[in-house]
Each structure stands twice: as C-alpha cells, then as structure tokens.
C-alpha cells in the first residue's frame, strides 16, 4: 500500500516519493484495535499493515590537492572492476578496489560483496553520475555513483540506486576510501545494507532478507497468487518479490523518507526504474510486526499487498483510494473466516452509536495521521464487499479498472448505473444493517 515501500482489519495509505526515484503511491493496510485480535497470534495490541529526492548540489570544500581536478570519467576504472568482480564472483578483485579504506569500511564493503553475490542478479553495474563534493583538506572526491541491477526472472527493467564514494588518489590512480556519509551524503537503502541476505525461491515469489522465516512467507505468497489471479485474472506478472530486513529502521527506509513502520507489518512499493519508467514491485515486509501476527492475518496482509501489485495500486494516481484499498481488502478478506463486525471493530462501534460515515472516505483519510485511519480502510472495505454482494464481483473488478481512466462520478454511473448520491445512500444502509 503506498504513495513515492500490510494489514489487520485496517489499513492505511501514504503519499509519498522514493529517494533518487519517480514519486509513487503507496498502499497500507492497519490493523485496528478492534479487529487485530481477530489477525494477532496473540490476540492483543494495535498492529499496522502498510503498504527520493534531488540529491544536494555539489559543492566544493577548497583546498589545490588532486581532487580539486577529479572528473567523473576518472572512476571509469575501478568502478568497471567493481562491476566485474561481482558478475565474476571474484571478491579479492572486489575488495582490492577499498584497499586502502579504513578497515570497518572495507570490512562493510566485504558484507555487501557477499549480499550480491547472494542475489540472483541478472546484470550489475556502477556508473559515475556527478563530482557531489571535494574535499580539499583531505584531497578527497564524493563521487555520486548511479548502480544499476535487475533480480532475474522478476524485473521488466534494471532498478537504478544512488550511492556515494570517496576516492582519493594513490601510486597515480583512483581508489576508494570511504562513503559520503561524512559530508551528509547518504545511499539510497537496499536490501544487501542488513545483514548476511538469504534468498528463497518460491513457485512465484522471490523472498530475500536477513530475517527468519523466509520460507514461510514465500509459501503464503505463493498461495495468494492464484486467489489475486482469481479475482482480478491472469494477465499480470504473477509473481512477486519481497524484502525482509531483520532491522526495522532498515525496512522503514526501504518505504521512503517519513515512513514509521513501528506498527506496519508490509507494505507494497517501487523500487525506482534506471529507464525512468513506473519501477520494478517490491513487497517489503516488517518481520517483527509481520511475526505478532497470526496465520489469518499473515495471509490477509500478504493477498492485500500482492493484490496492488496484481492492480498496480502502487502506481496508480487516478483510481480513487477508498476503491484502491477497498478492493485490496476485499481480495485479502475473500475467503477468510472471520466476520465483518470482527474484522471492523472500529467502524462498528460508531455505527451501532448513530455515527454513521456521510460518503465513502476521502483520500486524505488514509494519510498517516488520520485520527480514523482504521476506519478508513473499514468503511472503504464495505464499500468494495457492497459492489461485489449487490453486483457480482466481475462488476467490482469492472468498476475498479474503469475508476482507473475516468471519474469516479462517471465510473458509477457507466458500471453501476447509480449517481455518486445513490451510491453513497446504499452504502450507508450496508454499513448500518451490517455493523449495528
């Protein structure tokens, strides 16, 4: 779920950018106080399911050393050995290009080398980008490296990821010797920044983290394929990978800038495109929150989130969000055995006290603040489990994608043959014969 990187019986949305990426749309799904203990292996607490930037402008730092005439071109040859070693899998050559790095550099370096290495990489290469910084004092070079790699048998496109590098010069040639961190300059995140990675190959997901559990969340993934695919048809990817970082601030930079995932459990996002295009899906999955819940909710956040990978929802900036993550509800939901007034506690309780919700919620409802933000999801859920009861679910699908080209006003109208006031006036009297 997303905006520009799960659920319980409420989810949130976010908008927002991916660092070094196009914006995009980020779906979420929370689990309410209300309807977690239905999802929560131990059936207590407030668990949350959810589904950048220019980089600073170069400046030099003084100084007449060596560095005050480094040129992007002058990394052409350790960043080409550094490609090479890892398609080569030669990690002497590799760990030659920071040689002279302080030793917990090169000892960072060698887990990443590792980390690569365990990917199923389908190409990998490290292009300079821009001169970010000099530092004269030090006669060193920021270089802002663009990396560029595909996870075979998954991405369409190469993903594209800014890092940054020191390099100062030694015997006559360019060598690294650190990051830009001490110039403020940070990496875009990766997966391969955690610990030691496994990798899982599933039926159709890829699952890689260095958190436990890999293997079963790459079974549910696989299980939730053809239960999306029944919903919304074959024709997308069907397939999926997903990122399990043991770190929780390493998976809330995974999701972007501004994101708190203390209480998230998944979220769907982009990892941004080297062609500029959309981006490549990622599922990225917080295992701390994932692991508080139980089997049900695992596989009710997981089908939501794979469903706006199926719809594209983390793309989508036309469809109305209630529809958006209304409908991924309703696919995670489908099947599941629990019923609406556990699944949406929340909403029920002001329901059955006369409050009953004037319009389905507005997007602003499923930003991270929002004081109804279970509710939300709820009321966007019903809506969705409305269409499909009172229309057939072809009809929900046929609704969802035509929200996609034309208003939504104009969406009712052409598939459910009601004004937005009708519509809005069924809903109501669902809601209240369903909750109260």
């Avoid at 668990?47 to 730092?61: C, L, N, Q």
């Avoid at 300059?185 to 990675?197: M, Q, R, S, T, V």
């Avoid at 997981?302 to 969000?321: F, I, K, S, Y």
Wanted: glycine content about 14%.
């Amino acid at each position: 779920m997303e905006d520009g990187s799960a659920h319980s019986d409420r989810h949130r949305g976010t908008q927002g950018g991916t660092h070094g990426g196009p914006v995009t749309r980020r779906r979420a799904l929370a689990l309410g106080a209300g309807g977690a203990a239905a999802l929560l292996a131990g059936g207590a607490g407030l668990v949350r399911a959810r589904s950048g930037g220019e980089t600073p402008d170069a400046r030099a730092i003084g100084g007449n050393g060596a560095a005050a005439a480094f040129t992007p071109g002058d990394a052409a040859t350790v960043l080409d050995s550094r490609a090479r070693a890892v398609r080569t899998g030669d990690r002497t050559a590799f760990l030659t290009t920071v040689g002279s790095a302080p030793t917990a550099f090169r000892d960072a370096q060698s887990r990443l080398y590792g980390n690569i290495r365990a990917l199923p990489l389908d190409g990998w290469r490290e292009r300079a980008v821009a001169t970010q910084t000099v530092d004269g004092a030090k006669d060193v070079a920021i270089l802002r490296v663009e990396t560029r790699y595909r996870l075979r048998g998954f991405d369409h496109g190469d993903v594209a990821r800014t890092r940054y590098l020191a390099l100062a010069p030694r015997s006559g040639a360019w060598t690294i010797v650190g990051d830009g961190s001490s110039h403020n300059l940070h990496d875009d995140a990766e997966i391969w920044d955690g610990g030691p990675l496994s990798v899982v190959n599933g039926r159709a997901s890829l699952v890689i983290g260095d958190a436990t559990g890999l293997d079963e969340i790459a079974g549910r993934l696989d299980a939730a394929v053809p239960v999306v695919s029944g919903v919304v048809g074959g024709t997308w990817a069907r397939r999926v990978v997903a990122l399990v970082p043991a770190s929780a601030s390493l998976a809330a930079a995974l999701a972007g800038p501004g994101q708190r995932l203390g209480e998230i459990a998944a979220l769907a996002t982009l990892a941004p495109s080297a062609e500029g295009g959309a981006g490549e899906d990622r599922v990225i999955i917080s295992p701390g929150t994932f692991g508080r819940l139980n089997s049900l909710g695992r596989d009710v956040v997981l089908t939501h989130e794979l469903t706006h990978v199926a719809t594209g929802g983390a793309r989508d900036r036309t469809t109305p969000l209630w529809l958006i993550e209304g409908f991924a509800d309703y696919v995670g939901y489908r099947g599941a055995k629990i019923s609406v007034r556990s699944a949406a506690g929340e909403l029920r309780r002001e329901v059955t006290a006369g409050r009953i919700p004037a319009a389905p919620p507005a997007a602003a409802a499923f930003s991270g603040g929002s004081p109804r933000l279970s509710q939300a999801y709820q009321e966007a859920w019903l809506a969705c489990r409305m269409i499909a009861a009172r229309y057939g679910e072809a009809t929900l699908v046929r609704l969802y994608r035509t929200a996609g080209r034309v208003p939504e006003e104009t969406a009712l109208r052409d598939v459910l043959g009601l004004t937005r006031d009708r519509f809005i006036a069924l809903w109501r009297d669902y809601l209240k014969k369903e909750l109260a």
